[in-house]
Nanobody
Framework: VQLQASGGGLVQAGGSLKLSCTAS????????MAWYRQAPGKQRELVAV???????DYSDSVKGRFTISRDNAKKTVYLQMNSLLPEDTAVYYC???????????????WGQGTQVTVSS
């Protein structure tokens, strides 16, 4: 299984970016999908998560500005980021919990990370 993330870049404060992360490989089903971020010198933190049923949750710092969504047919999770702030600057990682076959235990996979830089 591989997770391929894309969509990061450099944007001015107030701008928008949309991140994507696609899972590939032989997968039985995908449960929760999430985005984390890690700024220099800081611990990795949860940004947003979406369940297999579509329930979403966000960190307080991004509520109202970021939207997580998923396309199950494409095995893809998205993060629409609006009204970006310099403090949103970080490497963003996708995180997917999945099973490889019906009786498999849930496994967790991480994407390679994509850099988001917001200039003031």
């Amino acid at each position: 299984v591989q997770l391929q993330a894309s969509g990061g870049g450099l944007v001015q404060a107030g701008g928008s970016l949309k991140l994507s992360c696609t899972a590939s490989g032989l997968i039985f089903n995908i449960n929760a999908m999430a985005w984390y971020r890690q700024a220099p010198g800081k611990q990795r933190e949860l940004v947003a998560v979406i369940s297999s049923g579509g329930n979403m949750d966000y960190s307080d710092s991004v509520k109202g500005r970021f939207t997580i969504s998923r396309d199950n047919a494409k095995k893809t999770v998205y993060l629409q980021m609006n009204s970006l702030l310099p403090e949103d600057t970080a490497v963003y990682y996708c995180n997917v919990k999945l099973r490889l076959w019906a009786v498999d235990s849930e496994r967790t996979y991480w994407g390679q990370g994509t850099q988001v830089t917001v200039s003031s």
